[in-house]
């Protein structure tokens, strides 16, 4: 009777196992690559950089007059391309830019040009 009841158990207790067991491609999405943004500004004073996505603003950093920045936007999706803005304001004024929308996908680079006349400003894709 011992015998039989762990024949019975046994299998059982191996089906449970398995179907509590993550299935196979379940695992975390893979990071995507991020976005290289290179921001060079010609304008005679600072600037606060930002991404625009989905409507919500999301800060880079500063980039001091005459220099060029390199910042990372790591909040794309793995695989997926999306329409992001770019924007730039002068630190202690009330100068800004916001570029229109731009395609771009994970491990691309993205160039803003900040002008000394701000709505000047430009702003490019590079694909890899």
Same mark, same amino acid.
Not at 7 to 21: F, G, K, R, S
Not at 63 to 72: D, K, L
Not at 87 to 98: K, L
């Given at each position: ?14 089906? &449970? ?8 491609? %379940? ?7 991020? &976005? !290289?943004?290179?921001? !060079?500004?010609?304008? +005679? +004073?600072?600037?606060?950089?930002? &991404?625009v996505r989905g409507g919500t603003s999301v800060r880079l950093g500063t980039v ?12 794309? %999706?793995?695989?997926?391309? $999306? ?5 730039? $304001? ?5 100068? +800004?830019? !916001?570029?229109g929308g731009v395609r771009v996908a994970p491990g691309e680079r993205v160039a ?8 000047? %400003? ?7």
């Amino acid at each position: 009777m011992k015998n039989l009841l762990r024949a019975l158990v046994m299998p059982a207790a191996v089906l &449970v196992a398995a179907a509590c067991a993550p299935a196979s491609g %379940s695992s975390r999405k893979p990071a995507a690559d991020p &976005v !290289t943004v290179e921001v !060079t500004n010609q304008n +005679r +004073r600072d600037v606060r950089v930002y &991404v625009v996505r989905g409507g919500t603003s999301v800060r880079l950093g500063t980039v001091v007059s005459g220099r060029t920045g390199t910042f990372t936007y790591r909040g794309m %999706s793995a695989g997926q391309s $999306e329409t992001l803005q770019m924007g730039a $304001e002068v630190i202690g004024g009330d100068a +800004r830019y !916001t570029s229109g929308g731009v395609r771009v996908a994970p491990g691309e680079r993205v160039a803003l040009r900040v002008e000394d006349l701000i709505q000047s %400003s430009s702003i490019s894709v590079r694909r890899p």
